[in-house]
């Protein structure tokens, strides 16, 4: 079954800081991996999606992730940090057996000022 | 806009009432996916659509719970005798047939007193 592992429940930056959020998948065939932001009571927001072209993905709102499978990630990042970034952020694999997505426990991103 | 709205957006009930959830996707022809989110976890799938076709149901939806998709439009979600571990949040996505991106509604967010 294919499944991904979020590291880090709260990960805390200051502004203008680098974003680090991690994420390993587990898949027996060649995973497809997205990124969702979700804010306060909303529902979720796409960021970005690998579906094994690039591995550098770039996303929305200045984000982007690399896919590497020799270490099963598929780590997000940010170069600078703004107080908007503040949000839950959840990894995800699509289970292309049954077209859903597996989600991780997900990262709540703290920006200070 | 992702494309998908969702009634109502908050839903307060007794013990052992029925509610019902409504899911609107901006087209018709599309898949159509459930999923619920307990607080401080990912979403988790519940059930999804490919036009009116239920073709998929996760252990997580109980003899309780039914979907339907009439005429591969809207979809329904119903929850009969509700508990309080049903509280949560209910998110609806759609994706297009030939995409595999999924889009999320805002979601309908249940409390069960």
């Known amino acids: 079954a294919q499944s991904v592992t979020q590291l880090g429940s709260h990960v805390s930056v200051s502004e203008g800081a680098l974003v680090l959020l991690r994420c390993n998948y587990s898949?027996?065939?060649?995973?497809?991996l997205f990124w969702y932001v979700q804010y306060p009571n909303q529902g979720l927001q796409l960021l970005l999606k690998?579906?094994?072209?690039?591995?550098l993905v770039k996303g929305i709102n200045g984000f982007e992730a690399e896919f590497k499978k020799s270490e099963t990630s598929f780590h997000l990042t940010k170069p600078s940090a703004h107080m908007s970034d503040a949000a839950e952020y959840f990894c995800a694999v699509l289970n292309t057996g049954f077209q859903k997505l597996v989600f991780g426990t997900g990262t709540r991103l703290l920006v200070s000022p | 806009d992702t494309g998908v709205s969702q009634d109502p957006r908050h839903k307060i009930t007794k013990r052992g009432q029925n509610v019902t959830f409504r899911c609107d996707p901006i087209?018709?022809?599309?898949?159509l996916y459930w999923y619920r989110q307990t607080l401080g976890q990912g979403p988790e799938f519940l059930t999804y659509f490919q036009n009116e076709a239920q073709l998929e149901k996760s252990r997580l939806l109980s003899d309780r719970f039914s979907a339907e998709r009439p005429k591969g439009s809207f979809s329904t979600l119903e929850i009969q005798r509700t508990e309080q571990g049903d509280s949560a949040m209910y998110l609806c996505a759609r994706t297009i047939l030939s995409g595999d991106e999924q889009f999320f509604g805002p979601g309908t967010r249940l409390t069960v007193l």
């Open positions: 087209s018709e022809h599309n898949r």
């Open positions: 690998y579906t094994s072209a690039a591995t």
């Open positions: 898949s027996s065939v060649p995973p497809y």
